[in-house]
């Protein structure tokens, strides 16, 4: 079946290193991938997402780009703030539209002052 | 915009009670919703999908007795933990489907976290 293998963490960085949390995922024919955070206490928002080959996904300084040949989702960004402190999931949909989505496992982001 | 809310946000009940949670989409309809489950610094599990006028679907080793789900309108599903125990204490987030926009993202509620005493 589909999945999704995340790097695990926890991930510390100081205040404005590079950031890069590794997503790979396994899946028939082309999924919509999906990177959300989620705060603590809070719920799930949708940080970016690609819905074929070759497409970037970017916000908030953060990007992803769907690499069908290495079936990998990576999220980095340039600069990473305190306020980026979360944890981060790597998601994919199946090909048949309204799945449910499969999610990683998670990755926790600590970033220092 | 695509709006889901939750209600409650925060729950504690006595073991061996039930409580009901409602997963509403504000702005849109949807035929299918989704329940998941979270356990502490862990990743979101699929419980059940709940499709509007009939039977939720329920992941295996997910009890369908004692999660009931019901999905009466195109805005709203419920889900009631029944006899709730400690071990059912955890975060449970639904999200939605938007009818009729075709894509694959669903939206997500703010999570209703349960304590069970």
């Known amino acids: 079946g589909d999945s999704v293998t995340q790097m695990e963490g926890p991930v510390t960085l100081s205040e404005e290193a590079f950031l890069t949390i590794n997503c790979t995922y396994t899946?028939?024919?082309?999924?919509?991938l999906f990177w959300y955070v989620q705060y603590p206490g809070e719920g799930l928002q949708l940080l970016l997402k690609a819905t074929k080959a070759d497409d970037k996904g970017s916000n908030k300084g953060f990007e992803a780009t769907y690499r069908k040949e290495t079936t990998s989702f990576h999220l980095e960004k340039g600069s990473v703030q305190v306020s980026d402190s979360a944890v981060y999931f790597c998601a994919l949909s199946g090909v048949q539209a309204g799945t449910a989505l499969i999610f990683g496992k998670g990755t926790t982001l600590s970033v220092s002052s | 915009g695509a709006v889901v809310s939750q209600h409650p946000s925060w729950v504690i009940c006595k073991s061996g009670t039930s409580v009901k949670i409602e997963c509403r989409s504000l702005d849109f309809q949807a035929t299918t919703m989704f329940w998941y489950r979270q356990f502490p610094k862990q990743s979101l599990m699929l419980m059940a999908t709940?499709?509007?006028?009939?039977?939720?679907?329920?992941e295996q080793g997910v009890e369908k007795d004692k999660f009931l789900i019901n999905h009466a309108s195109l805005t709203l599903s419920t889900l009631t933990v029944t006899s709730a125990h400690p071990e059912d204490s955890s975060f449970y987030i639904c999200s939605a489907f938007p009818e009729g926009r075709g894509g694959r993202e669903q939206f997500f509620g703010p999570g209703t976290r349960l304590t069970v005493l």
């Open positions: 899946a028939t024919g082309y999924p919509s």
């Open positions: 709940s499709n509007e006028g009939s039977k939720a679907t329920y």
